[in-house]
């Protein structure tokens, strides 16, 4: 069965940093692209980041570029998201998300396709 979980969230004040952990279960974790999302009240769902796990390929939104920064540890089959410098405007709930490479894709404006697989979420709150 697969799994994402994402763990991390809390709330922080407007300038301070989280990490965020997505632990991934029940697939070939080397074929897959591992992305973050997420989604305000009353807005769609946006992708923030991804990282292509086999070729350490990563693609941001420009909204978080150089503010987030992806990884992954692909010996515990997580990928973590790192936000520093925090915004209010970050405040969403955050999904991890899963699909093949070669079959997703990131755009620079939150756009994307393609995953397959997604987490239930987890609540970040920055304040003002």
């Known amino acids: 069965e697969v799994q994402l979980v994402e763990s991390g969230g809390g709330l922080v004040q407007a300038g301070g940093s989280l990490r965020l952990s997505c632990a991934a279960s029940?697939?070939?974790?080397?074929?897959?692209?591992i992305g973050w999302f997420r989604q305000a009240p009353g807005k769609e769902r946006e992708g923030v980041s991804g990282i292509s796990i086999n070729t350490g390929s990563t693609y941001y939104a420009d909204s978080v570029k150089g503010r987030f920064t992806i990884s992954s540890d692909n010996a515990k089959n997580t990928v973590y998201l790192q936000m520093n410098s925090l915004k209010p405007e970050d405040t969403a709930v955050y999904y991890c998300?899963?699909?093949?490479?070669?079959?997703?894709?990131?755009?620079?404006?939150?756009?994307?396709?393609?995953?397959?697989?997604w987490g239930t979420g987890t609540l970040v709150t920055v304040s003002s």
């Open positions: 998300a899963a699909g093949l490479a070669g079959a997703t894709w990131f755009g620079t404006h939150g756009d994307y396709y393609g995953m397959n697989h």
């Open positions: 029940g697939f070939r974790f080397d074929d897959y692209v």
